[in-house]
Nanobody
Framework: QVQLVESGGGLVQAGGSLRLSCAAS????????MGWFRQAPGKERDIVAV????????YYADSVKGRFTISRDNAKNTVYLQMNSLKPEDTAVYYC?????????????????WGQGTQVTVSS
């Protein structure tokens, strides 16, 4: 059974940092794109950051560019999201996703496996 388990969410003040982790089990994703998406209350799920299978190519939403960094450790079957300079508008449930292809995609429909989500709340 394939599982993606996120951790590292929580409550932080504006300007603070959090590091999210996503550990995969049940199969390896070292040849698949991985990504982070988020969903705020009353809004659709949006892309945050995604990366190709080897981490060579990344894409960031404009709203997080320069503040968030996605990385992966294929040996550990884990992907990370370092979030700095957090803002109240970053408040959302953050989801990790494993892609269908090796190249990254900005389309959530191209991600076949999803974690349960971890809540990130940024207070002002």
């Amino acid at each position: 059974q394939v599982q993606l388990v996120e951790s590292g969410g929580g409550l932080v003040q504006a300007g603070g940092s959090l590091r999210l982790s996503c550990a995969a089990s049940g199969r390896t994703f070292d040849n698949k794109a991985m990504g982070w998406f988020r969903q705020a209350p009353g809004k659709e799920r949006d892309i945050v950051a995604v990366m190709s299978w080897n981490g060579g190519v990344t894409y960031y939403a404009d709203s997080v560019k320069g503040r968030f960094t996605i990385s992966r450790d294929n040996a550990k079957n884990t992907v990370y999201l370092q979030m700095n300079s957090l803002k109240p508008e970053d408040t959302a449930v953050y989801y990790c996703a494993a892609g269908r292809y090796s190249w990254y995609s900005m389309n959530s429909m191209h991600y076949d496996y999803w974690g349960q989500g971890t809540q990130v709340t940024v207070s002002s």
